[in-house]
């Protein structure tokens, strides 16, 4: 124990003592958390729209001040015919071209031309030109909506738990499988080899540093989320913390093993940049895994990243307990297992 203290200890004024690796541990999580937050939003305004109207009532009149008066939609102009329309969409100026036929008034029917090189935009744009179209005629049906867990529709609160596992997530997994590989570089590995260190120490010693610095910097983002974006966890912190920590295990072991392929630290980096990017990209951050296609879905249950994701969001945005993510945990704890476990393997044959 006296010698994994020490060894702990000097991997901590080395990562310190290092210049390079400062900015990525501290700089870069904020900026990220800052930036992300802010950019990575699903609220689609200022369409760029568009009017033909071929009618020239009040009714057509209407529907145009419906139009501009959205928040969503843009209404930059007017077009005369149907040749002008499509050069506008041509040519970028706008995303959607409404063409109010003849005889609106009396039938209230809208043709759509849009441009759908963004499908999420597209379809926004058809859904709300289609709404004001529905609320201009005659209906007695009356629809409520209510939002749980997130009334306000913010981005913020749902981006903000995937962007904290996200920067846990390169922390762990990045500077874990450089920092062994550094060593190999250094040529201080044969040094150690050769020294009364056990490998088991040797590896504690360089992974731990990590694990308590990625769990650090997960309690400041989540300090910065609820200051800056006022996302609060209605769950558990205890339960937060418990599960990060199996889950930091898991990705440490990945950096190790990681590490156990390459020579250089530019290889690691590329592997780990490889793996860790397919796993964020398929872990639920932008994309809900239920929309992906039926075999992604099923890679993703392979995807250590994605589990802790969805704990996240449900602890802290749904008040989860451990009742309702035990599963989830343990599945991490199965990740951790096999990951340090091949890691090690992996390492005895190559060290």
């Known amino acids: 124990m006296r010698i994994l203290r020490f060894l702990i200890r000097k991997e901590f004024l080395q990562i310190f003592r290092n210049k390079a690796m400062l900015p990525i541990i501290f700089v870069m999580p904020l900026v990220q958390l800052v930036i992300l ?4 939003t699903f609220d689609v305004k200022n369409i760029p729209v568009v009017v033909q109207d071929n009618d020239g009532t009040r009714a057509s009149r209407e529907m145009i001040q419906r139009l501009d008066a959205s928040d ?42 849009v441009d759908a090189v963004d499908g999420l935009t597209a379809n926004l744009a058809v859904q709300y030109a ?34 904290l596992v996200v920067l846990v997530t390169m922390i762990g997994g990045f500077l874990s499988a450089m920092n062994i590989v550094r060593e190999r570089e250094l040529g201080t590995m044969e040094q150690l080899n050769v020294t009364p260190i056990r490998k088991h120490q040797f590896i504690i010693a360089k992974l731990m540093p990590f694990w308590v610095i990625a769990l650090a910097e997960l309690a400041f983002g989540l300090l910065l989320g609820y200051l800056l974006f006022g996302v609060e966890v209605k769950g558990s912190l205890v339960l937060i913390f418990g599960a990060a920590m199996i889950y930091m295990l898991a990705i440490l072991g990945l950096g190790l093993f990681i590490s156990t392929l390459a020579d250089t630290q530019q290889q690691a980096m590329l592997v780990a940049w490889f793996m860790i990017v397919v796993f964020i990209l398929m872990g639920g951050l932008f994309t809900p895994v239920t929309s992906m296609p ?18 996240m969001r449900r602890v802290m945005l749904v008040g989860a307990g451990f009742a309702d993510v035990w599963k989830t945990i343990v599945v991490l704890a199965v990740f951790a297992v096999v990951l340090n476990t091949a890691a090690v393997v992996r390492y005895r044959k190559s060290g």
């Open 37 to 40: 937050v802010n950019v990575a």
């Open 72 to 113: 969503i939609i843009d209404l930059t102009g007017m077009v005369t015919n149907s040749p002008a329309a499509f050069d506008v969409l041509q040519q970028g100026d706008a995303r959607m071209v409404v063409v109010i036929p003849n005889g609106f008034e009396q039938k209230p029917e809208l043709q759509l031309m």
């Open 130 to 163: 289609m709404g004001t179209l529905q609320v201009m005629g005659e209906s007695r049906t009356r629809l409520e909506g209510r939002y749980r867990h997130n009334p306000r529709l913010d981005d913020a609160q749902y981006m903000v738990p995937g962007i």
């Open 294 to 311: 039926e075999w992604a879905q099923i890679v993703t249950w392979f995807n250590p990243v994605m589990w802790f994701m969805d704990l």
